[in-house]
């Protein structure tokens, strides 16, 4: 009892002398009850506060920082323009990355022994190249095909193509984020299908529904609530990946704050330009994370959760109908 | 007497080495009701499991409606049919799942529309119109729009139920319809099945419920140990078995 600064109400123990009259329940719920109070909680909080003030006191004094240089290039058109080919990068990746992937993770998951090997063999080779070996390999694929053309296999080549011309720099980089995604995808989306219950399936198949369909309408549905948590991080991962690309001299937004300081000088507050871009488009990604996944939550739960929104608004009706009302506010359900 | 609407005939079923069906007779005819009974691991869930192609047969042959189930006949030849041709012959049976399978991510409504639409090709409108039809017959017409979490278990495997009717099957298996509720909750299911009873649809129905058997069936078949041992009218085989090993069943269960 060493903390509590009020003695308990039934604490019997002690040397009082005076016969004590037997506690009944109605006794009970005439008195106050005194939360705990947790002073190592009040300690840890005014650490941290204290901390963060520094390190917020540093950001706003520090001149290294250059506040003003990071205004001027933040929304300058080419920083604009850099975020807009990051953004490209990604959504295409993405796109590419996860139809391929879904592809793979049915293959897997096929009762075809060569479909499944094949595609076991590209997740393996896939995930074991980084990502940066990869794309210099696609950046110099016309030094192992120079031409590439169409015709019978192993048989003679009716139109061809010159790599170079095909590909480019930004197919190249392309090609490159998107096998390589899709080799994550894949295993994504398996561990989504595998854990949507057998049963699904089964009564699927005894209501004779189409295959195809089986997969779409009941299978992905259920399987994305498993997917999408992962995926997000996928999606975001692969974002903040592209800036790998700069290897390839490709005006991404890594690439061009690069550029700048290079001829500039201005390193530290270029890279907060990057940094504030990258936190910005991740906050929006995960935002609309949280509402893809609400979606895909239906029938999942007896009754939703609130989201954010509609908690705040909550909130506030309440605090209005908490000012018009004179009489203080009663907790539901008493006390905890 | 009516044609006969299901024909098991010798099914044998292993799964590696168990051998769960050794030699299955069980004739169903048109507008009957045959309750299936028998200890667990009698083999009754996989017997009609076999009959909708849920499972491959390793012997013997199930036709319904005279219509081999699985397999095309092709002068002294079994050809097993494809995927696409089996899902079809599906849509002739409704099967209703001890743990209702109902799609939790569409609502109530979707799920008695889905197979209509994606299996026979129905109009939508028409679907819609058939599912309001089959959830006010099994009393959840305010439930249309509510996901199948949202209801008890009573109320799901009565939707299941509405589901298996969609497709307006030649017969409706149902594999313990019951097993999985709440004692207070079995009778309402029990009810839809008695009404559907009463309407003339062909049913094998494995169960527990003796009462329920007597009740509502046709025929009685006793399974017990991957063949039928005992089948007649309920009043024979459940008042006056003649096998040793019904009486052994019976005894216990009542």
């Keep these: 009892m060493g903390l509590t600064t009020d003695p308990a109400p039934l604490d019997t123990g002690g040397t009082d002398l005076a016969p004590r009259k037997e506690a009944d329940p109605g006794d009970l719920a005439a008195l106050r009850v005194v939360p705990t109070r947790h002073y190592g909680r009040w300690a840890a909080a005014l650490a941290v506060l204290v901390l963060t003030a520094q390190f917020a006191h540093g950001l706003v004094t520090n001149p290294v920082w250059e506040w003003e240089v990071f205004r001027a290039y933040v929304l300058s058109e080419t920083i604009v323009s850099a975020v807009g080919l990051t953004l490209q990068l990604t959504a295409y990746a993405t796109v590419l990355g996860f139809a391929l992937g879904t592809v793979l993770a049915f293959m897997r998951l096929s009762r075809n022994p060569v479909l499944q090997t094949v595609a076991w063999a590209y997740i393996w080779i896939f995930r074991s190249i980084p990502m940066i070996v990869?794309?210099?390999?696609?950046?110099?694929?016309?030094?192992?095909?120079?031409?590439?053309?169409?015709?019978?296999?192993?048989?003679?080549?009716?139109?061809?193509?010159?790599?170079?011309?095909?590909?480019?720099?930004?197919?190249?980089?392309?090609?490159?984020?998107?096998?390589?995604?899709?080799?994550?995808?894949?295993?994504?989306?398996?561990?989504?299908?595998?854990?949507?219950?057998?049963?699904?399936?089964?009564?699927?198949?005894a209501l004779g529904i189409p295959r195809l369909r089986q997969i779409r309408r009941i299978v992905l549905p259920q399987a994305m609530r498993a997917i999408l948590p992962t995926a997000g991080n996928e999606i975001i991962g692969l974002l903040k990946g592209t800036s790998v690309v700069y290897v390839m001299a490709i005006g991404e937004l890594f690439y061009q704050v690069q550029v700048i300081y290079g001829r500039n000088g201005h390193v530290i507050p270029l890279l907060m330009v990057a940094t504030a871009w990258y936190v910005f488009l991740t906050s929006v990604l995960s935002v609309a994370q949280y509402y893809v996944e609400r979606r895909f939550a239906r029938g999942a739960n007896r009754t939703p959760p609130p989201t954010p929104l509609q908690r705040a608004r909550d909130a506030l009706a309440r605090l209005r109908a908490g000012a018009a009302d004179t009489a203080p506010a009663t907790p539901r359900g008493g006390t905890a | 007497m009516?044609?006969?609407?299901?024909?098991?005939?010798?099914?044998?079923?292993?799964?590696?080495?168990?051998?769960?069906?050794?030699?299955?007779?069980?004739?169903?005819?048109?507008?009957?009701?045959?309750?299936?009974?028998?200890?667990?691991?009698?083999?009754?869930?996989?017997?009609?499991?076999?009959?909708?192609?849920?499972?491959?047969?390793?012997?013997?042959?199930?036709?319904?409606?005279?219509?081999?189930?699985?397999?095309?006949?092709?002068?002294?030849?079994?050809?097993?049919?494809?995927?696409?041709?089996?899902?079809?012959?599906?849509?002739?049976?409704?099967?209703?799942?001890?743990?209702?399978?109902?799609?939790?991510?569409?609502?109530?409504?979707?799920?008695?529309?889905?197979?209509?639409?994606?299996?026979?090709?129905?109009?939508?409108?028409?679907?819609?119109?058939?599912?309001?039809?089959?959830?006010?017959?099994?009393?959840?017409?305010?439930?249309?729009?509510?996901?199948?979490?949202?209801?008890?278990?009573?109320?799901?495997?009565?939707?299941?139920?509405?589901?298996?009717?969609?497709?307006?099957?030649?017969?409706?298996?149902?594999?313990?319809?019951?097993?999985?509720?709440?004692?207070?909750?079995?009778?309402?299911?029990?009810?839809?099945?008695?009404?559907?009873?009463?309407?003339?649809?062909?049913?094998?129905?494995?169960?527990?419920?003796?009462?329920?058997?007597?009740?509502?069936?046709?025929?009685?078949?006793?399974?017990?140990?991957?063949?039928?041992?005992?089948?007649?009218?309920?009043?024979?085989?459940?008042?006056?078995?003649?096998?040793?090993?019904?009486?052994?069943?019976?005894?216990?269960?009542?």
Aim: hydrophobic share 45%; charged share 20%; glycine share 10%.
């Design chain 1, 134 to 205: 990869q794309l210099v390999f696609w950046f110099n694929l016309s030094a192992l095909y120079e031409r590439l053309g169409l015709g019978i296999p192993f048989g003679p080549v009716f139109w061809s193509v010159d790599s170079n011309d095909l590909i480019g720099t930004i197919g190249a980089a392309l090609i490159g984020l998107s096998l390589h995604q899709a080799a994550y995808a894949a295993e994504i989306v398996r561990g989504g299908v595998i854990s949507v219950d057998h049963g699904q399936l089964e009564a699927a198949a």
């Design chain 2, 2 to 254: 009516s044609q006969v609407m299901v024909d098991v005939r010798g099914v044998h079923k292993s799964f590696g080495a168990l051998k769960v069906l050794r030699g299955v007779d069980l004739t169903v005819r048109a507008g009957e009701v045959t309750a299936l009974l028998g200890p667990s691991g009698s083999g009754k869930s996989t017997l009609l499991r076999v009959i909708n192609h849920l499972e491959k047969v390793n012997r013997g042959w199930i036709s319904i409606d005279g219509e081999l189930i699985g397999y095309r006949r092709s002068g002294d030849r079994l050809y097993e049919l494809r995927e696409r041709d089996i899902l079809r012959q599906r849509t002739h049976i409704g099967f209703v799942f001890q743990h209702f399978h109902l799609f939790p991510h569409l609502t109530v409504l979707d799920n008695v529309v889905e197979a209509p639409v994606a299996a026979l090709r129905r109009p939508r409108k028409e679907a819609v119109a058939t599912a309001e039809r089959l959830l006010a017959r099994v009393g959840l017409a305010d439930k249309a729009g509510a996901y199948p979490r949202q209801l008890s278990g009573g109320q799901q495997q009565r939707v299941a139920i509405a589901r298996a009717l969609a497709i307006e099957p030649k017969v409706l298996l149902f594999d313990e319809p019951t097993s999985a509720l709440d004692p207070e909750l079995v009778g309402e299911v029990l009810d839809v099945i008695k009404d559907l009873a009463r309407s003339g649809t062909t049913m094998i129905i494995v169960t527990h419920e003796i009462g329920f058997a007597r009740e509502v069936a046709d025929t009685v078949a006793f399974l017990d140990g991957g063949v039928v041992v005992e089948q007649g009218p309920p009043g024979a085989v459940l008042d006056a078995p003649r096998h040793e090993r019904t009486r052994a069943f019976l005894s216990k269960v009542l």
